[in-house]
């Protein structure tokens, strides 16, 4: 499996094949149609030391504590169609990690960001002090 310059080795994916939930008529009892690939991220050859990190980095809780990560795929009726978009899902998940983020440089609000805000604090409080008791005599 090619992503981006990586290449990932079959052997490195488990699938399993299970039954589908869901609709699909009595083929749904009958078939496993339903895909659960597993790849070990923590433990994979393939991935480059960098690409590991940020990838275990995330908060992704298709994430087990060991760091493989498991993609169940049912959203159509053939094995065939599932297991592709089981491994393309996994391809966007490599993708994610193979870039690394921007880094944010700190700014400050200029002087007109500044005024606007204080201006719409001020109209804000004129409009609440404008609902106070009032005397009807």
Do not use: C
């Amino acid at each position: 499996m090619r992503v981006g310059s990586l290449i990932i080795d079959d052997d490195e994916l488990v699938e399993r094949f299970v039954r589908a939930a869901g609709p699909g008529g009595q083929n749904v009892n009958k078939v496993a149609t339903a895909v659960e690939l597993r790849f070990d991220v923590a433990r994979s050859p393939s991935l480059p030391e960098p690409v590991r990190a940020r990838l275990l980095a995330r908060r992704d809780r298709r994430l087990t504590a060991d760091g493989v990560l498991v993609l169940a795929a049912q959203r159509f009726r053939t094995q065939e169609r599932n297991r592709e978009d089981a491994r393309a899902r996994l391809a966007a998940f490599i993708e994610a990690g193979l870039h690394a983020p921007k880094p944010r440089i700190a700014t400050r609000p200029g002087r007109a960001a500044k005024q606007r805000r204080l201006d719409a604090k001020r109209e804000r409080s004129t409009i609440k002090q404008g609902r106070g008791r009032r005397d009807w005599d």
